[in-house]
Each structure stands twice: as structure tokens, then as C-alpha cells.
């Protein structure tokens, strides 16, 4: 059993999300990208670029997903729910076949041409060293939601000592 420290420091998960999307964004014209965020800011405790790369790899395979014949439509979502932050990229790809649930965050598991199949399996490591959870919805041929659940951490302003 390897023990996973936790890496990271509070930072706003809205900051991070808006900036990842909108490096996306800008060179799409084949795929409808929106982005729905709250007014206010949470904050979570998790690695800058730990979560950057999460979100680059569930946007990614989002795009990937998407037939050659579909317009693609992708939305990235950010909500709170009691004390948790909700991430969710939602595609309407071509969906995770019910058979292949099981392997979707094993390592070298792949269904694309490309690629090496770490990124899910280094996503899951990743959200769960931080006490996260990170899972998917999926329908065959209509698309997929991955949803990226982290603790909120309460920003307390310093005392005066």
C-alpha cells in the first residue's frame, strides 16, 4: 500500500476551471464549448497543476469523443453543492459502452487510436489524494458526464497578532 501525501494549498476552483476552458476555447470552431460558473468564489484544497491537468485530460477526451459526423457540444460546469464543489464536463459524444464502465480509470486502458490510457488513471489518483471523487455518466451514442467532486475548504481572513 503506497500512501498518497497531500499536495496543494486552498486556491479558487473557479479561477482554475475558467482558465483551462478558455485555453480550449480559442481554437474551436468544430465544437460548441460553454461554460456555466457561480458568482461566488470556492475554494478548494488541491495542486494548481494537478487540477489543470485533470481538466486538460476530461476536456480533452471530450473533444476526442466526438464522431466526425456530430457537431460537437461540450459543457463545463462548476457548482456547489453543501460543502463539495462540482465539476462536470459534459459531451455529446459517442458515450462509454456499459462493458467498459469497470475499466474506464485502469491504467493503459484505452478507446481511442491514440494516446497511452493513463490520463483517467492518473485523474482518479490525483482527485482521490485530495480526498475527491472523480466518476462518470454514461448513455451509448448520445454522450458522457465526468464529474469531479472536491472538499470546500473555508477561507478565513488572517487575525492580528
Given at each position: 500500500?503506497?500512501?498518497?501525501?497531500?499536495?496543494g494549498s486552498e486556491m479558487c476552483i473557479r479561477?482554475?476551471?475558467?482558465?483551462?476552458?478558455?485555453?480550449?476555447n480559442e481554437g474551436s470552431e468544430l465544437?460548441?464549448?460553454s461554460l456555466e460558473l457561480p458568482e461566488n468564489?470556492?475554494?478548494v484544497f488541491a495542486d494548481k497543476n494537478h487540477l489543470i491537468q485533470v481538466l486538460n485530460n476530461l476536456i480533452k477526451n471530450a473533444t476526442q469523443a466526438i464522431p466526425d459526423h456530430r457537431r460537437g457540444?461540450?459543457?463545463v460546469s462548476l457548482h456547489q453543492r453543501d460543502q463539495t464543489a462540482i465539476i462536470k464536463v459534459k459531451d455529446n459524444g459517442t458515450g462509454i459502452a456499459e462493458d467498459k464502465?469497470?475499466?474506464?480509470?485502469?491504467?493503459?486502458?484505452?478507446?481511442k487510436n491514440s494516446g497511452t490510457g493513463l490520463g483517467l488513471a492518473i485523474s482518479k489518483n490525483i482527485i482521490e489524494s485530495v480526498d475527491g471523487k472523480i466518476y462518470?455518466?454514461?448513455?451509448v451514442d448520445e454522450g458522457t458526464d465526468f464529474f469531479v467532486e472536491l472538499?470546500?475548504?473555508e477561507i478565513r481572513p488572517m487575525e492580528e497578532v
Open positions: 500500500e503506497i500512501g498518497v501525501r497531500l499536495v479561477d482554475r476551471v475558467k482558465s483551462v476552458f478558455d485555453f480550449f465544437i460548441d464549448l468564489q470556492i475554494f457540444n461540450i459543457i464502465w469497470n475499466k474506464v480509470f485502469v491504467p493503459n486502458f484505452t478507446t462518470f455518466e454514461s448513455i472538499p470546500i475548504v
